[in-house]
């Protein structure tokens, strides 16, 4: 999860959002992913990345989740992609679909993220 990411509360107002508290997990994997961009930064050409993680926590393991509503999980997904998006040479995002236990029914949370992700993605 990025540091600081401020959730939108069910308001919708910037007053009311909120930010939850980086785990010690969360540090080592955001650590993690910041050395992985730089050393992908150094790559000549195109980038294509390919996530083969899930992107969300989902809903149907709750102990440990920082929030359950699919609308905060794609926020946080978006936050924790938004470094790699900064790479000038990235072309291509690949993202595989994971299981209804991480992206809820019929991977509604991985259709909803692809358009803020990529907009000119069709929904088809």
Known sequence: MAPGIKLETLSGEPSESWTPEQSETNRVNWNLQNLLIEQTA??????????????FWG??????AIDLS?????QIALA?????FDLP???????????????YEQNSALINLAPDVAPDVSRG
């Open 42 to 55: 150094d790559t000549p050409g195109d980038i294509c990345l390919i996530h083969v993680g899930d992107p």
């Open 80 to 84: 924790n992609l938004a470094p790699w």
């Open 59 to 64: 809903a149907k393991h709750p102990s440990g």
């Open 70 to 74: 699919e609308g905060a999980q794609i």
């Open 89 to 103: 040479g990235l072309r291509r995002v690949l993202m595989v679909s994971g299981t209804d236990a991480h992206e």
